[in-house]
């Protein structure tokens, strides 16, 4: 089995409804991991995510959240390597199905069950504070937050959950849950979006921003799609942007795009359908800039 730049799996649930997962080859042999989702479709409304035009169907079940990484690794053999890592990523918003995913990531770091290491099992989030905190305190998993902007303004309209938990008020309950967190970073995600949040000006904010945070920053390609607001910043871009970061103390990572050419990356899962999330108002000194993509 040759995985490329990635394999898309399609379930279709007891009820009919259909979940995307996604393996994502490392490159190194026996280190593949496995993108699972944990909501049909999403709630959240990021302006630069695809699976965010489907609004929220349901919340997947326990069993079947685990059912996706049993799949994936039986699907494998030892000529492509084995499962390693579990990212919850795919499709939804974990934290908003918080019950299930962390009995789910339970179940796979138990040495009854799946027996992955919890430094390997990632639960990503937009940003629910409540629910950060329960996490923290009730999983020994990995946590990953997408930050993808360095002020309100900016991340109210690409991540209408600023709305309700913003930036101070997620940030500052990071830096507080951490301290009784022994040797534990979270992961920032910051999805670069050419003239909207990739400026030199908010790598530098972002080193202030995350000043007394055990972290590491992951910086990611934009993945278009249609519709989309949006284009991805260039490689000279982003390489200019991690290098500020670093010079800034900052331990950051640039991820490249994969599976985008089949729309099984990053905010490209699921089908939204003919009725979708609204598009938010685009803020006036954006305007000029944005133009939808073909």
């Given at each position: 089995m040759a995985l490329g730049r990635g394999l898309q799996i399609l379930f279709t649930l007891d009820d009919g409804l259909v979940i995307e997962t996604v393996i994502i080859p490392n490159g190194n042999r026996g280190r593949n991991t496995v993108c699972v989702s944990s909501q049909v479709g999403c709630a959240m409304n990021c302006q630069f995510c695809f699976t965010g035009r489907m609004g929220l169907r349901r919340n997947l079940t326990t069993a079947e959240i685990v059912e996706q990484a049993v799949f994936a690794r039986r699907l494998f053999t030892s000529e492509v390597g084995s499962i390693r890592n579990v990212v919850f990523m795919g499709m939804g918003e974990p934290l908003q199905n918080i019950e299930n995913v962390i009995r789910a990531a339970d179940i796979m770091v138990d040495e009854q069950g799946l027996h992955?290491?919890?430094n390997k099992v990632t639960i990503s989030t937009s940003g629910l504070v409540p629910q950060i905190k329960q996490f923290l305190r009730e999983s020994k998993c990995a946590l990953a937050v997408s930050l993808n902007a360095t002020t309100d303004e900016v991340r109210n309209w690409i991540m209408p959950i600023n709305r309700k938990y913003n930036l101070k008020l997620l940030l500052d309950t990071l830096r507080e849950e951490l301290r009784l967190k022994h040797k534990y970073k979270v992961l920032f995600e910051y999805v670069l979006l050419a003239g909207v949040n990739d400026s030199i000006d908010d790598a530098k904010r972002i080193i202030d921003l995350v000043k007394g945070i055990p972290c590491?920053?992951?910086?990611?390609?934009?993945?278009?799609?249609?519709?989309?607001h949006f284009q991805p910043s260039?490689?000279?871009?982003?390489?200019?942007?991690?290098?500020?970061?670093?010079?800034?103390?900052?331990?950051v990572f640039m991820r490249p795009s994969r599976g985008d050419d089949q729309m099984a990356a990053c905010g490209q899962l699921g089908n939204p359908g003919e009725l979708q999330a609204p598009l938010l108002k685009v803020p006036p000194r954006f305007q000029t800039l944005l133009e939808p993509l073909v």
């Open positions: 992955f290491s919890p590491k920053i992951n910086l990611l390609t934009f993945n278009p799609h249609s519709g989309s260039t490689n000279e871009k982003m390489i200019e942007f991690r290098n500020t970061l670093a010079e800034g103390g900052c331990v």
